[in-house]
């Protein structure tokens, strides 16, 4: 048979014959295997018969072929089994994935892993890396550029500002993962800082950017009083989220254990907070007050219970407690903004407490000490001081309140 010759075949050869197998030497097949014909290399290893794939005929030609069969062998000769050491091979090398297959899969374990806070915020990012970011979704990871960044976000920057910031977060978030599971190498095309800032206006420059309606702190006593002639839960939910300055969904999923009355803090769970981290509020007096008398009437673990039972108040429930206590020009979530400005212009508090009041992110490195100690003491003196001003009926009169101005001052 032959069977040490080697190199039997030729190209013309291959393309004269029809045959189902033809060999070439050395352990070397063509066969035909429906309309395709492949390459396999038979070999034998620890007293067992092995054949090995090594590809169409319409991509790897006769010399390559030859080449793949040869490095098999001396793999044989050295007592490794060459398919074994292919698949390790593969194993090793990290398969090569479109950005859309992998956002897809980086949305679906933040899902799994129980990441956010519901179906909203995954709903967010599913529209934001299927739709907005469809131009860059065919391409590799690797292959992004700061150009593709700039032609996704463009289309929406200055004219839906919010969505296209949360869409180059979303990206460069993706883009981190896939750095780390080897899909990418080098700098993340969709950071902002010293890379997309340089070639796009920096977002708080932008006239166009919108903000939701906020009410002008000088009429917030007066809202106030019209909201406690308000009936209803929604009312009440309200009325703690301005004394807390904390957002709707954080007052309107508020259970009864996250609450210590004693040492006057409201605890939110991470889960529940748009920031991902867990949130220490300084309840004021007024607050306490508010909640105690909700807690007599208490129902269930919902400090504001919706109408079906077990159930939340809507969206829109606190939205229209507004409008009913006379506040329908602006929005609930503006009352945060109302509140920042009181601090700013007002209590003439430093920055970095008031906006670790709101639970807002802050950026250089005194700030980033205040997050890291959440500046509670400070916050709560705050807090009253602000409850005082929008609830100026209520006598409240404590040491706290009277040494506001030392206790909000920087430690130098």
Same mark, same amino acid.
């Given at each position: 048979?032959?069977?040490?010759?080697?190199?039997?075949?030729?190209?013309?050869?291959?393309?004269?014959?029809?045959?189902?197998?033809?060999?070439?030497?050395?352990?070397?097949?063509?066969?035909?295997?429906?309309?395709?014909?492949?390459?396999?290399?038979?070999?034998?290893?620890?007293?067992?018969?092995?054949?090995?794939?090594?590809?169409?005929?319409?991509?790897?030609?006769?010399?390559?072929?030859?080449?793949?069969?040869?490095?098999?062998?001396?793999?044989?000769?050295?007592?490794?089994?060459?398919?074994?050491?292919?698949?390790?091979?593969?194993?090793?090398?990290?398969?090569?994935?479109?950005?859309?297959?992998?956002? =897809?899969?980086?949305? =679906?374990?933040?899902?799994?892993?129980?990441?956010?806070?519901?179906?909203?915020?995954?709903?967010?990012?599913?529209?934001?890396?299927?739709?907005?970011?469809?131009?860059?979704?065919?391409?590799?990871?690797? =292959?992004?550029?700061?150009?593709?960044?700039?032609?996704?976000?463009?289309?929406?920057?200055?004219?839906?500002?919010?969505?296209?910031?949360?869409?180059?977060?979303?990206?460069?978030?993706?883009?981190?993962?896939?750095?780390?599971?080897?899909?990418?190498?080098?700098?993340?095309?969709?950071?902002?800082?010293?890379?997309?800032?340089?070639?796009?206006?920096?977002?708080?420059?932008?006239?166009?950017?919108?903000?939701?309606?906020?009410?002008?702190?000088?009429?917030?006593?007066?809202?106030?009083?019209?909201?406690?002639?308000?009936?209803?839960?929604?009312?009440?939910?309200?009325?703690?989220?301005?004394?807390?300055?904390?957002?709707?969904?954080?007052?309107?999923?508020?259970?009864?254990?996250?609450?210590?009355?004693?040492?006057?803090?409201?605890?939110?769970?991470?889960?529940?907070?748009?920031?991902?981290?867990?949130?220490?509020?300084?309840?004021?007096? &007024?607050?306490?007050?508010?909640?105690?008398?909700?807690?007599?009437?208490?129902?269930?673990?919902?400090?504001?219970?919706?109408?079906?039972?077990?159930? &939340?108040?809507?969206?829109?429930?606190?939205?229209?407690?507004?409008?009913?206590?006379?506040?329908?020009?602006?929005?609930?979530?503006?009352?945060?903004?109302?509140?920042?400005?009181?601090?700013?212009?007002?209590?003439?508090?430093?920055?970095?407490?008031?906006?670790?009041?709101?639970?807002?992110?802050?950026?250089?490195?005194?700030?980033?000490?205040?997050?890291?100690? =959440?500046?509670?003491?400070?916050?709560?003196?705050?807090? &009253?001081?602000?409850?005082?001003?929008?609830?100026?009926?209520?006598?409240?009169?404590?040491?706290?309140?009277?040494?506001?101005?030392?206790?909000?001052?920087?430690?130098?």
């Amino acid at each position: 048979m032959g069977s040490h010759t080697k190199n039997v075949l030729t190209v013309k050869k291959i393309e004269a014959s029809k045959a189902a197998k033809l060999r070439d030497g050395g352990g070397l097949y063509l066969v035909t295997k429906g309309e395709g014909r492949y390459w396999i290399f038979s070999f034998s290893y620890a007293g067992r018969r092995r054949e090995m794939g090594l590809g169409p005929l319409h991509t790897i030609g006769l010399a390559a072929a030859r080449d793949k069969a040869d490095a098999a062998r001396a793999l044989v000769r050295r007592g490794i089994d060459p398919v074994a050491e292919r698949k390790a091979a593969q194993a090793e090398t990290p398969k090569k994935i479109t950005f859309g297959e992998y956002a =897809d899969g980086f949305v =679906d374990a933040a899902v799994k892993a129980g990441r956010w806070r519901g179906a909203k915020t995954e709903a967010r990012w599913r529209n934001l890396l299927e739709n907005h970011a469809k131009p860059i979704r065919n391409k590799l990871p690797a =292959d992004i550029t700061n150009a593709d960044m700039v032609q996704i976000l463009k289309p929406l920057w200055g004219e839906r500002q919010e969505t296209s910031e949360k869409l180059r977060e979303a990206v460069e978030r993706v883009l981190d993962a896939a750095k780390v599971e080897g899909h990418r190498s080098g700098d993340n095309p969709a950071t902002w800082r010293g890379n997309l800032e340089h070639v796009m206006h920096k977002p708080d420059e932008l006239t166009s950017r919108t903000h939701h309606a906020a009410m002008p702190y000088g009429q917030v006593p007066a809202f106030m009083v019209s909201l406690k002639k308000v009936p209803g839960v929604s009312s009440k939910a309200l009325e703690l989220a301005v004394l807390t300055t904390c957002r709707s969904g954080e007052v309107r999923g508020a259970v009864w254990p996250e609450f210590d009355f004693p040492a006057k803090i409201w605890t939110i769970p991470a889960i529940r907070m748009k920031s991902g981290k867990e949130h220490r509020v300084p309840l004021c007096d &007024q607050a306490i007050e508010l909640l105690k008398a909700m807690q007599k009437q208490s129902m269930n673990e919902l400090v504001f219970p919706g109408v079906r039972d077990g159930k &939340q108040l809507s969206d829109a429930s606190l939205g229209k407690a507004l409008v009913s206590a006379g506040g329908g020009d602006f929005t609930v979530h503006g009352m945060r903004s109302t509140f920042r400005d009181w601090a700013t212009e007002v209590a003439h508090a430093p920055r970095e407490i008031a906006e670790a009041a709101l639970a807002h992110a802050v950026g250089d490195t005194v700030e980033r000490s205040y997050a890291r100690s =959440d500046a509670l003491e400070r916050r709560r003196a705050l807090m &009253q001081q602000w409850a005082n001003y929008i609830c100026p009926n209520v006598p409240v009169e404590t040491k706290q309140t009277r040494d506001l101005s030392l206790v909000l001052a920087i430690d130098e």
